[in-house]
């Protein structure tokens, strides 16, 4: 979807540096959301939003943390990256309640 | 815990080719959602569909909520319907929150 965006799109990092990775949207939805892609497993949820500093974890969010400071940024944070972080991280937006998720481009994340 | 189920897990059809895709789900959903993951691994938005039937060119889809299953039917198939498949669904009592099954991988030949 045109309206969210996810930088960058490629990081090769080494094991134990900090990284972030952004997500951007501009469709003012109030939820955002972070998933993990890895074989076998589809996307799974690392944390999500529902609004301005309002976040919660989802089923994977050991060794992430999350923050949104404004509506249409949602930042996601491995503190100490490790291999098995190594995934490609999709980014997805949303009005409240059961609507419909649009998925960023995904940033692919290779942890060394 | 919640648990989102496709079949067939591949799947290889010569083009012109009609294929039903499968997705069970555990609990009640009051979401469902079709994708398609291209080979380049953008997740592209085929249906909305907590019920009912819709249909969009030459794809359809299909949830029958009280049974628990969705369907995904994909007529005279091209080669750029290859790739994967994702059904997701938000369950009550889990707020906004996508399960999502593993997939059908799609390989559509000449």
């Known amino acids: 979807d045109a309206g969210i965006t996810q930088s960058p799109r490629h990081k090769v990092t080494e094991t134990g540096t900090p990284v972030t990775l952004r997500c951007h949207q501009t469709?003012?939805?109030?939820?955002m959301y972070w998933y993990r892609q890895d074989p076998g497993h589809g996307l799974r949820l690392i944390h999500y939003s529902y609004g301005v500093k309002d976040t919660d974890k989802g089923e994977v969010s050991d060794g992430y943390s999350v923050s949104r400071s404004k509506t249409e940024d949602f930042l996601l944070t491995l503190e100490s990256a490790t291999s098995s972080q190594t995934s490609v991280y999709f980014c997805?937006?949303?009005?409240?309640?059961?609507?419909?998720?649009?998925f960023g481009p995904g940033t692919r994340l290779t942890v060394t | 815990g919640i648990q989102v189920e496709q079949s067939p897990p591949d799947l290889i059809l010569q083009e012109g080719a009609n294929s039903t895709l499968r997705c069970n789900f555990s609990d009640s959903v009051n979401n469902l959602q079709w994708f398609h993951q291209n080979p380049w691994g953008q997740l592209i938005n085929l249906f909305y569909?907590?019920?009912g039937t819709k249909q969009n060119g030459r794809l359809s889809a299909t949830t029958v909520a009280t049974e628990r299953y969705s369907l995904l039917y994909i007529s005279s198939s091209q080669t750029t319907d290859s790739g994967v498949y994702f059904c997701?669904?938000?369950?009550?009592?889990?707020?906004?929150?996508?399960?999502f099954g593993t997939g059908t991988r799609l390989q559509v030949t000449l």
């Open positions: 569909i907590p019920s």
């Open positions: 469709e003012n939805h109030r939820y």
């Open positions: 997805a937006m949303g009005r409240a309640g059961p609507y419909e998720q649009y």
């Open positions: 997701a669904g938000c369950f009550t009592g889990t707020a906004s929150k996508l399960t």
